[in-house]
């Protein structure tokens, strides 16, 4: 078998419109047939039936709102009104998690939605859930949690809400994957596969935020965006893959649990959307590219814009790096970054599989001409090179 793609595989599923769904599949096909080839799919609710939160937080296939109250009742949680207008920026604020509970009862289709709660930050209770094996080999939040990033921020979230409740189309930060599992209740899903921006984007305009419905006056060519719809049921897991434009509607009471993450297999991704964000930001800068520290500058408005820039971004690549290099170098003792992963993500063929992607993303930062100019890239970028080199061959 070459690893290509199957026929009536996957790629066939995604070409005919219709979502791929896996009862079980090992962690290795999982790489093989969604994470390489970049296509979504939807996994059964065996891989999510051991959560704790599938059987405390949920009666009758309901939310139990009594037992939610009473475990995280004091906690402040962003609120968003998902109200009749279809902007982006849903209006939002924070709300005891009491109150919350509360009036989404009282009034299930009040269009309040607790989204992007930062459940297990917030949290010292017990562990209610974690992650399907599949998506265990995520660099941004398993490192996160060693220091390895940034600031004291994660990308996982917990989202509750009614039948009326829903999330505008977008596209996930830093161009990431997501996956979202549904503790109880069901979602619409509208997935759109990458390369069909122009039908939906417009430099003036910005982009179509309802995707079922779009504006025809300002998106003339909306309907025609080729996607694919389906309802994830209960215990269900929807993989989201780089850069393919969604939006989600709840039927129902609903809760959910998603990460953002990303991985060897998607940071050529993430790399070439800075690049594209760095282009846009130097284009808007282009009448005060001769002032002294313009370089800087435009990394600073490209963290503001992007929540990421050049200098951190090489910085979590160097990190991976390091960490799989030594992880390589001594195979019998398992880093505390690599504890978390599934142990096929620590097999050597893996290890070595991931410097090669890495090396893939630093030779194109080598290249780019935003990074050359950027104290200390160039100079360890190149050194890490040199190291990965003389660890796995040029091969
Ligand atoms: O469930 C939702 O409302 C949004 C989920 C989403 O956008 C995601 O999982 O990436
Ligand atoms: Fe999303």
Same mark, same amino acid.
């Given at each position: 078998?070459?690893?290509?793609?199957?026929?009536?595989?996957?790629?066939?599923?995604?070409?005919?419109?219709?979502? @791929?769904? #896996?009862?079980?599949?090992? /962690?290795?096909?999982?790489?093989?047939?969604?994470?390489?080839?970049?296509?979504? /799919?939807?996994?059964?609710?065996?891989?999510?039936?051991?959560?704790?939160?599938?059987?405390?937080?949920? %009666?009758?296939?309901?939310?139990?709102?009594?037992?939610?109250?009473?475990?995280?009742?004091?906690?402040?949680? @962003?609120?968003?009104?998902?109200?009749? /207008?279809?902007?982006?920026?849903?209006?939002?604020?924070?709300?005891?998690?009491?109150?919350?509970?509360?009036?989404?009862?009282r009034d299930p289709r009040s269009g309040?939605?607790?989204?992007?709660?930062?459940?297990?930050?917030? =949290?010292?209770?017990?562990?209610?859930?974690?992650?399907?094996?599949?998506?265990?080999?995520?660099?941004?939040?398993?490192?996160?949690?060693? !220091?390895?990033?940034?600031?004291?921020?994660?990308?996982?979230?917990?989202?509750?809400?009614?039948?009326?409740?829903?999330?505008?189309?977008?596209?996930?930060?830093?161009?990431?994957?997501?996956?979202?599992?549904?503790?109880?209740?069901?979602?619409?899903?509208?997935?759109?596969?990458?390369?069909?921006?122009?039908?939906?984007?417009?430099?003036?305009?910005?982009?179509?935020?309802?995707?079922?419905d779009p504006d025809e006056v300002c998106?003339?060519? %909306?309907?025609?965006?080729?996607?694919?719809?389906?309802?994830?049921?209960?215990?269900?897991?929807?993989?989201?893959?780089?850069?393919?434009?969604?939006?989600?509607?709840?039927?129902?009471?609903?809760?959910?649990?998603?990460?953002?993450?990303?991985?060897?297999?998607?940071?050529?991704?993430?790399?070439?959307?800075?690049?594209?964000?760095?282009?846009?930001?130097?284009?808007?800068?282009?009448?005060?590219?001769?002032?002294?520290?313009?370089?800087?500058?435009?990394?600073?408005?490209?963290?503001?814009?992007?929540?990421?820039?050049?200098?951190?971004?090489? =910085?979590?690549?160097?990190?991976?790096?390091?960490?799989?290099l030594r992880q390589l170098a001594d195979? !019998?003792?398992?880093? @505390?970054?690599?504890?978390?992963?599934?142990?096929?993500?620590?097999?050597?063929?893996?290890? #070595? #599989?991931?410097?090669?992607?890495?090396?893939?993303?630093?030779?194109?930062?080598?290249?780019?001409?935003? %990074?050359?100019?950027?104290?200390?890239?160039?100079?360890?970028?190149?050194?890490?090179?040199?190291?990965?080199?003389?660890?796995?061959?040029?091969?």
């Amino acid at each position: 078998m070459d690893g290509g793609p199957v026929d009536g595989g996957p790629a066939d599923d995604v070409s005919a419109g219709v979502i @791929p769904r #896996r009862d079980d599949i090992s /962690v290795e096909d999982f790489v093989r047939e969604y994470l390489v080839p970049n296509l979504p /799919v939807v996994l059964g609710p065996r891989f999510t039936d051991d959560w704790p939160a599938r059987r405390l937080w949920v %009666a009758d296939g309901r939310p139990d709102f009594v037992r939610l109250a009473s475990l995280y009742g004091g906690a402040q949680v @962003p609120v968003t009104h998902c109200g009749a /207008v279809d902007t982006p920026d849903q209006q939002c604020g924070e709300m005891e998690f009491g109150k919350f509970v509360d009036q989404w009862r009282r009034d299930p289709r009040s269009g309040l939605y607790c989204k992007d709660w930062h459940f297990a930050l917030d =949290r010292e209770a017990p562990q209610v859930y974690s992650p399907p094996s599949p998506m265990s080999n995520d660099w941004i939040n398993v490192f996160h949690d060693h !220091g390895g990033l940034e600031g004291r921020d994660d990308y996982r979230f917990c989202y509750m809400g009614g039948g009326s409740t829903w999330t505008p189309f977008h596209e996930d930060v830093f161009r990431s994957y997501s996956w979202s599992t549904n503790i109880c209740g069901e979602k619409y899903w509208i997935l759109v596969p990458p390369g069909q921006t122009d039908l939906f984007t417009d430099p003036v305009r910005g982009w179509v935020h309802n995707i079922a419905d779009p504006d025809e006056v300002c998106f003339p060519h %909306a309907r025609r965006v080729r996607r694919i719809e389906f309802v994830q049921g209960p215990g269900e897991t929807v993989f989201v893959p780089s850069g393919w434009w969604h939006q989600v509607r709840n039927i129902g009471d609903t809760i959910s649990i998603n990460h953002n993450w990303a991985n060897e297999h998607n940071l050529c991704h993430l790399y070439r959307r800075l690049a594209a964000d760095m282009a846009r930001v130097r284009h808007a800068l282009r009448d005060v590219a001769d002032m002294d520290d313009f370089v800087e500058h435009a990394q600073r408005v490209l963290r503001a814009d992007s929540g990421s820039d050049y200098l951190g971004f090489t =910085r979590f690549v160097l990190h991976m790096a390091n960490i799989y290099l030594r992880q390589l170098a001594d195979p !019998g003792s398992i880093s @505390p970054e690599l504890r978390d992963l599934d142990p096929y993500f620590r097999a050597e063929v893996s290890l #070595r #599989r991931a410097l090669r992607l890495i090396d893939d993303v630093l030779e194109l930062l080598a290249a780019d001409p935003a %990074a050359r100019e950027l104290d200390p890239i160039p100079a360890d970028v190149a050194r890490m090179r040199a190291r990965i080199a003389s660890q796995i061959g040029d091969a």
